[in-house]
């Protein structure tokens, strides 16, 4: 049972606009979120996270949206650049020890 | 410079015979996790390490050991490799506390015909 999901394989965007990436989370006992980005043959890069007493969380042009009450979490990437283009993870903490990921959304930003 | 090393970067083996896939990390990182990355199913963790000689199972580690003798090395083991096991492995370090992320190491491809 997938208990972080992203229901977008794959996102295509043009250079300059919003990318927005989602993630929803069935346990509402996850308290910390986390995103990171994949080039591939590179390992995950941590990119943003947010604590679950925080909606939101800004770094750069990437903000981090957290809806407790809908259990879903949005990656906004503004303005989009073709070096974006690379497989997003969301992540959730459970208990102390686990992180659980999500299956990953395929990022393409068109130039 | 930081990071988390993983050797090798591929590997094609068969069916039964053993193999071990190293993970080393320079930063002095409590934890460490092995993940596998397979289509679809996204990453999943497959042991993690809270301290040298505390290890416990993710959420696919049948087929698999590790053990953390050294707090800097966290090795995988295969000892009867099969080809469901053929995936792209990743190995993690991060400090201890609430709210840290993961370092990742490059990967490695694993082959099992």
């Known amino acids: 049972d997938q208990q972080v999901k992203q229901n977008s394989p794959s996102l295509s965007v043009q250079e300059g606009r919003i990318s927005i990436l989602n993630c929803d989370y069935t346990n509402s006992m996850f308290d910390y979120f986390l995103w990171y980005k994949k080039y591939p043959a590179e390992g995950p890069t941590f990119l943003i996270s947010i604590s679950s007493i925080k909606d939101k969380n800004e770094d750069g042009r990437f903000t981090v949206f957290l809806n407790k009450s809908a259990k879903h979490l949005s990656l906004h990437i503004v303005p989009s650049q073709p070096g974006d283009s690379a497989v997003y993870f969301c992540a959730a903490r459970s208990g102390t020890y686990k992180y659980i990921f999500g299956t990953g959304t395929r990022l393409k930003v068109l130039a | 410079e930081a990071q988390v090393t993983q050797n090798p970067r591929y590997l094609i083996t068969v069916t039964g015979k053993k193999l071990t896939v190293t993970c080393s990390q320079n930063m002095n990182h409590e934890y460490m996790s092995w993940y596998r990355q397979d289509p679809g199913l996204g990453l999943r963790q497959i042991y993690y390490s809270m301290n040298v000689e505390v290890t416990d199972k993710g959420d696919v580690p049948e087929g698999y050991k590790v053990s953390r003798k050294e707090k800097r090395n966290f090795p995988l083991i295969l000892e009867s490799p099969s080809p469901n096991q053929t995936s792209l492995y990743f190995c993690?370090?991060?400090?201890?506390?609430?709210?840290?992320?993961?370092?990742f190491g490059s990967g490695t491809r694993l082959t099992v015909v």
């Open positions: 993690a370090s991060r400090r201890q506390g609430a709210q840290t992320s993961y370092t």
